[in-house]
């Protein structure tokens, strides 16, 4: 956890923030993450693991360690898992308030649903990006350019499935265009899903209706200059495809991205948790995370970076290659399972192989010497 950082304001206020007080969040989640199935016909994106962890428990822990101590958490799509998992926010040490809405209302009618908990400058997060971008530094930006909303941008090769923004030599968000084909994109700097937001930027979003920032916001307000971007190197993904979620996670094991994960930043070759047996001759090229109660069985080969939730059960002589397994994962004798994901429950029979992407979902049967292809898809609940 970085120290706390005192930000003041000019009237000499001390800033929420970085002093563990008010500022509140709140955190977009209902989206119905159809690129990401089927990781995502049973759970939602806030709650797909990475490195053994629900996505969203790390972005709390992020928010927690500058000191935000309460979050409003704008759900949809299953939102249940996520009430059931985090409760009241006790254990994780951020006030939960979970506002749900019964039609999807876009990322800025979910924020005027929770209109009512909002009465200061507070912070808006698309709730599936991972990142460590620092956030004090981009209040104290907020402060100096005195702009209604506050976007914090990262460049990217391809800024085509993102929001684009041009801006000027002080931050001033010239234009802002929401996924412009690749020829039309003004810059390759794209709107990383975090803003600090004034809460008179409240009246003009419709009440009850649909609408989105980055279309029937943002624009109008670039064009009035009230919009800045601050820019940032951090690291940063959106988890929201096969790829990218995949490669979150092989970051997230092998401490690319600052999440306080037990030895990933210390360079560990195997992080294991307790009650695992790996066999003697089990094969473990770093980095690669096991979680509780795993067995290793003889001869089998990990190469990292890997993750490996609890309760997964590894046989003789498989060879597991930059993979993602969830919990209670069977992989049985022989089998080869590369750059793949695999969710709980699930068992991969003797001698499978499993190539480049594959995706396979909760709760199936992949029956022995199966030849799965590239970027294959299993849905849950599936023997195959
Ligand atoms: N509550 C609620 N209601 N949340 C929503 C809704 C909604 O109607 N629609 C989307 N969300 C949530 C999603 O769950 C996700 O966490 C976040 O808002 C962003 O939605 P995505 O569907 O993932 O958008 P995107 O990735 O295509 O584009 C957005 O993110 C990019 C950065 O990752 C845009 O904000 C782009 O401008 C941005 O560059
Ligand atoms: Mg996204």
Known sequence: MRPPRKVTRKNGESDKLETGSE???????????????PLTCL?????VPIANTPFMEHFLNYLRSYGVTEAILALGHLPDQIRDYFGNGDRIGVRLIVSIEDRPLGTAGAVKN??????????????????????GAMLEFHHRSRALVTIALVPVEDPSAYGVADIDDTGMIRQFIEKPPRDKALSNLINAGIYLISPDVLKRIPSGAFSMFEKDVFPGL????????????????????PAKYLTANHDAVAGRVKLGLRGALSGQPLIAGTECRI??????????????????????????????????????????????LWDNVTVEDGAVLRH??????????????MLDGCLVGENVT?????????????WPDRVT
């Open 23 to 37: 500022m509140k969040s709140v955190i977009l989640a209902g989206g119905q993450a159809t690129r990401l199935r």
């Open 43 to 47: 759970r939602p994106k806030a709650m």
């Open 114 to 135: 929770a209109e009512r908990y909002l009465d200061d400058l507070f912070l808006v997060f698309n709730g599936d990006v991972l990142t460590d971008i620092d956030l």
């Open 222 to 241: 670039s064009a009035a200059g009230k919009l800045y971007g601050y820019c940032s190197t951090a690291y940063w993904i959106d988890i929201g495809t």
């Open 279 to 324: 066999a003697q001759d089990a094969e473990i090229t770093g980095p690669v995370m096991i979680g509780n109660k795993c067995v290793i069985a003889s001869g089998s080969r990990i190469n990292g970076p890997t993750a490996i939730g609890d309760s997964c059960r590894i046989g003789r002589n498989v060879v597991i290659d930059q993979a993602v």
């Open 340 to 353: 793949c994901v695999i969710c709980s429950n699930t068992t991969i029979g003797t001698g499978v192989k």
């Open 366 to 378: 992949v029956k022995k010497d199966s030849l799965i292809d590239r970027g294959c898809c299993i």
